[in-house]
């Protein structure tokens, strides 16, 4: 096969497609709108599935790579009521399948593992239109265009490429975090230290959660969750930092010390990550030459599957691909029977995972969850 293969999106899902195309001899020209790897933070911690991400690693033959990340202790997992009282606390005895490694060191070893040449950096889309003659064209924020016969869109939840497939647009499901550091967290906030663990913290109450995670070198990550209308968010100036920390910790007034200075003591200004989805069953008509991946053909609540299930999607494309070189429509076709199903599984599991968190059983929901996945065995 001669015919390149043009990715809109430099993301882990873009990239694990071009690694595997790369390892068959498939030519890859990828469009990402960043001015460079290094143009924003890529770090938080991600949890890599046994069964989804890990598998996309070692079809693009970098699992070995992937080990030597493994962020040793990252699996251990708690559950706190608003007072602090812990009501689970598994530690990582390092038997899980889903072992924690830093999103841009990830990101790193994808990006070493392909031509330098790969990429065009500074390229935003900002249309993708269809030809008669069966091609797409790209046109860029700069100018600048590209005309391709086979397209993949990679290029998140507010895809340029997914209208040329779907009608569908994101909508907002009624919850948002406020992204949050506390950095130097064991020498400065011991107490919260110690709350939060070794892994990742649930601290849980109907409507409102604050999700914590630690990450190398003593920083606490949390995520301040609040199940609130836009309108209300909308009302809050997040461009003034200590009124939108007073207006969020508010929400929280009762809730234990140690667990609201994740709000009130971050070293950061707080960030509003509102949470879109796509409809669980996104699905389109098969269209010649263009198909998506990851959060631009399945965008669902964060549970744990987002960046695994874009490295998979990535994987098996690439794979599909490579074993029908000389039919690419057979290709993609075989890619989304086997996606549409699966990413439907995941989004369906997603949306029940945030109610086990934000519920009017939480934290209780949450706790039981966690006991049913280690089994009776385990007591």
């Known amino acids: 096969m001669t015919t390149p293969v043009t990715i809109v999106g430099a993301g882990l899902g873009g990239l694990t497609l071009a690694r595997v195309l790369h390892l068959h001899g498939i030519p890859v020209h990828i469009y990402e709108a960043e001015a460079s790897a290094m143009e924003r933070t890529q770090g938080r911690m991600l949890d890599i599935h046994d069964d989804s991400g890990q598998l996309a690693l070692k079809d693009a033959g970098l699992y070995e790579a992937f080990c030597k990340l493994i962020h040793t202790g990252g699996q251990a997992s708690r559950v706190l009521d608003r007072n602090g009282k812990v009501l689970l606390d598994e530690p990582d005895d390092g038997t899980g399948g889903r072992p924690e490694v830093n999103r841009g060191d990830l990101r790193g070893i994808l990006l070493d593992s392909l031509p330098p040449a790969t990429i065009q950096w500074g390229k935003k889309l900002a249309s993708a239109d269809a030809h008669s003659d069966g091609r797409h064209q790209l046109t860029f924020a700069d100018g600048s265009s590209v005309r391709t016969k086979l397209l993949v869109g990679a290029d998140g939840a507010w895809s340029k490429v997914r209208p040329l497939l779907s009608d569908a647009v994101p909508r907002y499901v009624g919850t948002s975090f406020i992204e949050a550091h506390l950095r130097d967290a064991d020498a400065r906030h011991p107490a919260t230290a110690e709350a939060v663990g070794g892994g990742t913290l649930f601290a849980l109450a109907p409507g409102k959660g604050i999700f914590a995670h630690r990450e190398p070198e003593s920083v606490l990550h949390a995520y301040i969750a609040l199940n609130r209308s836009a309108e209300w968010f909308a009302a809050i100036d997040f461009s003034d930092a200590p009124a939108a920390v007073a207006r969020i910790a508010a929400e929280f007034s009762g809730w234990a010390p140690d667990l609201t200075a ?14 879109h989805t796509l409809p669980n069953d996104h699905r389109w008509e098969r269209l010649p030459g263009v198909t998506l991946v990851g959060d631009a ?15 998979l999607d990535g994987a098996e494309l690439g794979k599909a691909i490579a074993a029908r070189p000389d039919d690419v429509e057979a290709a993609l ?18 949306h029940q995972i945030l109610e086990l968190c934000l519920g009017e059983r939480a934290p209780i929901s949450l706790v039981e969850f966690f006991n049913g996945m280690r089994g009776p065995e385990r007591g």
């Open 262 to 275: 994740l709000i009130t003591d971050a070293d950061t200004p707080p960030v509003l990550r509102m949470l």
């Open 333 to 350: 076709a075989a890619y989304e029977a086997a996606l549409f199903p699966r990413s439907q599984s995941a989004a369906i599991g997603a």
């Open 297 to 311: 053909a399945h965008l669902m609540p964060p549970a744990g599957d987002g960046a695994n299930l874009a490295m």
